[in-house]
């Protein structure tokens, strides 16, 4: 069974730092990863995907993520925070197994808080 | 314009009363799912379907039917709501199996008393 795993629930950041979000998962395959973000009172937004080729993945709002096998992670950075991404952060799998395919896990999200 | 559509985004009802929650989109997607967010819990699977009629459980289908009769609609029903379905329920939809990126509904916001 695959899992997910989100470190920290809370993440606060200055306006113009780094964000860094961390993902990690648990599948005997390497599977289809996402992030997602929810604004308050609203459904997700796709930010990015990886499922093959490049590792490096670029997304919306300036956000990148990098799928390390070797460390089953897929953490999510942004190199400059804007008020704007005041939001809550989901990293989801979709196992790749022909039995399964159409199950998808989320973490339990990172609220992430930008500071001026 | 491409969307996901939920009805009705609030309800309050009470334990035992039956229930349907519609979803419906507009992008002719083969895959439909439902999940439950609840704090400190992320979004947890309750049923997924892969095209019309081919539904199957996700990770906390106790309590919940589905049913998949055209491409666009996916109700979710609750037979006999109990106090632990309170929580907002997302539909998401998206176009195959490699095209897996989901798109969101807005939400219904359920209160079972």
């Known amino acids: 069974a695959q899992s997910v795993t989100q470190l920290g629930s809370h993440v606060s950041v200055s306006e113009g730092a780094l964000v860094l979000l961390r993902c990690n998962y648990s599948s005997s395959v390497p599977p289809y990863l996402f992030w997602y973000v929810q604004y308050p009172n609203q459904g997700l937004q796709l930010l990015l995907k990886y499922t093959t080729g490049a590792t490096l993945v670029k997304g919306i709002n300036g956000f990148e993520a990098e799928f390390k096998k070797s460390e089953t992670s897929f953490h999510l950075t942004k190199p400059s925070a804007h008020m704007s991404d005041a939001a809550e952060y989901f990293c989801a799998v979709r196992a790749l197994t022909t039995d399964s395919w159409g199950k998808f896990q989320f973490g339990a999200g990172t609220q992430v808080v930008v500071t001026p | 314009e491409a969307q996901v559509t939920q009805n009705p985004r609030y309800l309050i009802t009470v334990t035992g009363k039956k229930l349907t929650v519609t979803c419906s989109q507009n992008m002719n997607h083969e895959y439909m799912s439902w999940y439950r967010q609840d704090p400190g819990l992320g979004l947890r699977q309750i049923y997924y379907?892969?095209?019309?009629?081919?539904?199957d459980k996700g990770d906390v289908p106790e309590g919940y039917k589905v049913s998949r009769k055209e491409k666009r609609n996916f109700p979710l029903i609750l037979e006999s709501p109990s106090p632990n379905q309170t929580s907002l329920y997302f539909c998401?939809?998206?176009?195959?199996?490699?095209?897996?990126?989901?798109?969101f509904g807005p939400g219904t916001r359920l209160t079972v008393t």
């Open positions: 998401a939809s998206s176009l195959s199996q490699d095209r897996a990126e989901q798109y």
């Open positions: 379907s892969m095209n019309v009629e081919v539904t």
